[in-house]
């Protein structure tokens, strides 16, 4: 019984903190939670459905977020939908696309593979910000180098901000190739 009342107040303790942007933790506002939206049960550490198919997702180091690319379980290239989400459960910032009839065409997929090598991207557009998302490893980097995460480039600049996984992403590209067209 005590070992349920401490699970209990450690996850009401871990609500009532969260994450800003510069990585500072802040108390949540105490105000009831809005309960007209029916509730989402999420897979662990994504922001996918647990009947969706997890794409990629990972937290990244900063900010405190959750990337992740969902997928409904029959996405082929003429079924199903792909979607890119960023956030916190319960707190997407930003999910692309809204609807989820025709996402196949708005994704593109690079795998490149090689000894040593071996790079995966998804990417896509949103307003003219181009996002890639990235599972890159290079080996023939002394000493290998590993690049999780999402990179943003802002319109009419070459300026990219990336932000790199916290973690280890749960990844599962299979199929990809087959359902979204090719990058570059």
Same mark, same amino acid.
């Given at each position: 019984?005590?070992?349920?009342?401490?699970?209990?107040?450690?996850?009401?303790?871990?609500?009532?903190?969260?994450?800003?942007?510069?990585?500072?933790?802040? &108390?949540?506002?105490?105000?009831?939670?809005? =309960?007209?939206?029916? =509730? =989402?049960? +999420?897979?662990? #550490? &994504? +922001?996918?459905?647990?009947?969706?198919?997890?794409?990629?997702?990972?937290?990244?180091?900063?900010?405190?977020?959750?990337?992740?690319?969902?997928?409904?379980?029959?996405? !082929?290239?003429?079924?199903? *939908?792909?979607? *890119?989400?960023?956030? +916190?459960?319960?707190?997407?910032?930003?999910?692309?696309?809204?609807?989820?009839?025709?996402?196949?065409?708005?994704?593109? @997929?690079?795998? @490149?593979?090689?000894?040593? $090598?071996?790079? !995966?991207?998804?990417?896509?557009?949103? #307003?003219? *910000?181009? @996002?890639?998302?990235?599972?890159? *490893? #290079?080996?023939?980097?002394?000493?290998?180098?590993?690049?999780?995460?999402?990179?943003?480039? =802002?319109?009419?600049?070459?300026?990219? $901000?990336?932000?790199?996984?916290?973690?280890?992403?749960?990844?599962? @590209? !299979?199929?990809?190739?087959?359902?979204?067209? #090719?990058?570059?």
């Amino acid at each position: 019984m005590q070992k349920l009342i401490l699970s209990i107040a450690i996850m009401v303790l871990a609500r009532c903190f969260i994450d800003d942007e510069r990585g500072l933790s802040q &108390t949540a506002s105490l105000e009831p939670e809005d =309960t007209s939206q029916p =509730t =989402t049960v +999420l897979q662990p #550490n &994504t +922001l996918c459905d647990r009947n969706e198919r997890v794409i990629f997702s990972c937290p990244l180091k900063r900010p405190a977020k959750i990337v992740s690319v969902c997928a409904s379980k029959d996405l !082929t290239s003429d079924r199903g *939908y792909l979607q *890119y989400r960023f956030g +916190l459960p319960g707190k997407i910032e930003l999910e692309f696309p809204k609807e989820r009839t025709g996402t196949q065409t708005k994704f593109q @997929y690079t795998h @490149y593979f090689r000894a040593q $090598v071996d790079l !995966t991207e998804i990417s896509f557009n949103v #307003n003219g *910000y181009e @996002y890639q998302v990235t599972d890159d *490893y #290079n080996g023939e980097e002394k000493p290998a180098q590993t690049i999780q995460g999402v990179s943003v480039t =802002t319109p009419g600049k070459p300026k990219e $901000v990336t932000f790199i996984c916290r973690a280890k992403p749960k990844a599962d @590209y !299979t199929d990809l190739q087959a359902v979204l067209g #090719n990058g570059k």
